[in-house]
């Protein structure tokens, strides 16, 4: 885990960054590319996978992760007036938490019930078919982001400007 999230805290703050300069569609896109990558290759998990494959699937997915959301988030506020700004920011920060929450027992449950399909099979192999239903509903969040994520407008030299 100590990779994927160093690897996450470096690319937020070059996301900014890019975001200035490219504006947030690419970025986003790319993101959720980089994201689904990373999913995907931790569907191919089992328990005879190396540590290595699952270190390379999770630095992948925080690679993406940060491209998508940091810039999505100050884009999708660059709409608002300064007087609804502070709202906004608000209402995404409490909305984050409850999505992440949500999402967080919706992946527990799905891991849970892909334990329960073959309780006969050996614990580490019942564990893995449960993550990979985890992992199936992730990669299910990812294709909705990344199509949501085709609807973006391209940079606006003015809400730059507004900053």
């Given at each position: 885990m100590l990779p994927g999230g160093i690897v996450n805290a470096v690319v937020s703050a070059i996301s900014g960054r890019l975001y200035d300069k490219n504006g947030a569609k690419a970025l986003v896109q790319i993101g959720f590319i980089l994201?689904?990558?990373?999913?995907?290759?931790?569907?191919f998990t089992s328990t005879t996978s190396s540590i290595g494959h699952v270190?390379?699937?999770?630095?992948?997915?925080?690679?993406?992760?940060?491209?998508?959301?940091?810039?999505?988030?100050?884009?999708?506020?660059?709409?608002?007036?300064?007087?609804?700004?502070?709202?906004?920011?608000?209402?995404m920060n409490t909305l984050q938490q409850i999505v992440g929450a949500v999402a967080t027992a919706l992946t527990t449950l799905l891991l849970t019930f892909g334990e329960s399909i073959d309780p006969s099979a050996k614990s580490t192999t019942v564990f893995t078919t449960g993550f990979h239903y985890g992992i199936y509903f992730t990669i299910a969040l990812i294709i909705l982001g990344l199509i949501i994520s085709l609807g973006l407008r391209k940079k606006e030299k003015q809400s730059l400007k507004r900053l």
């Open positions: 994201a689904l990558i990373g999913a995907v290759m931790l569907t270190i390379l699937a999770h630095v992948i997915l925080m690679i993406g992760c940060p491209l998508a959301m940091s810039p999505a988030q100050p884009h999708a506020l660059n709409v608002l007036n300064n007087v609804q700004a502070a709202d906004g920011s608000t209402i």
